[in-house]
């Protein structure tokens, strides 16, 4: 009688994951499932649009906080590295928010690089590595874009009654936009360490 093997696969065909599978999109990118939050399709429509714009501006400075903390350089190093992944996981997580935010409208939330890349307003860096104050300035930039976009679609969504997607965009986006503004500015303050 031989040994079992120790590496036998499961004959139950019910117990094994049904890989490769194909099929058809069931909710294209732009429309909306019914949903019963008491909006009207026009308004949940055009929140879904104002959002999925800011999200794909977001996830692009998401990115951009990644590459230059692991870009930084020169005596501020260690504090920008560590300032600068902080950054990145509050927009991590307002990203995250706004993703559910355009789900629970009935919408589609942007999130393929790709398709992203194709929609942001944030102009492309340079591949490689510059001075630290540049890629400061461009965080700062980029934060600006959004905080403009933020303040249109709060005006926005406050006409349609859309309080849902405003007070998310007011207490989870723009708080924390002008907040991370703040910390990135003040390193671009030109003053020394100590005075004679």
């Known amino acids: 009688m031989s040994a079992p093997s120790s590496i036998e696969l499961s004959k139950t065909s019910d117990s094994q994951p049904l890989l490769h599978q194909k099929g058809h999109e069931i909710q294209a990118y732009g429309s909306l499932v019914n949903t019963p939050i008491a909006l009207s399709p026009e308004t949940r429509s055009e929140s879904c649009t104002l959002i999925n714009q800011i999200l794909a501006d ?32 509050e927009q991590l997580e307002i990203i995250d928010v706004m993703g559910e935010r355009v789900q629970t409208l009935g919408g589609v939330a942007i999130a393929d690089p790709r ?27 980029i934060h600006e874009l959004i905080i403009t976009e933020l ?27 002008e907040l991370q503004v703040w910390f990135l500015a003040e390193h671009l303050v030109d003053t020394p360490l100590v005075r004679s």
Do not use: C
């Open 58 to 89: 977001t996830i692009i400075l998401y990115h951009l906080y990644k590459k230059h903390h692991w870009m930084m350089r020169g005596s501020t190093f260690y504090q920008l590295h560590l300032l600068l992944d902080k950054h990145a996981s």
């Open 115 to 141: 398709h992203v890349a194709e929609v942001t307003k944030v102009k492309r860096p340079p591949n490689g590595v510059e001075e630290v104050p540049v890629m400061l300035s461009r965080l700062l930039e």
């Open 151 to 177: 303040r249109e679609a709060l005006d926005k969504t406050a006409a349609n009654q859309d309080s849902g997607t405003n007070d998310m965009l007011v207490s989870q986006a723009l708080r924390t936009h």
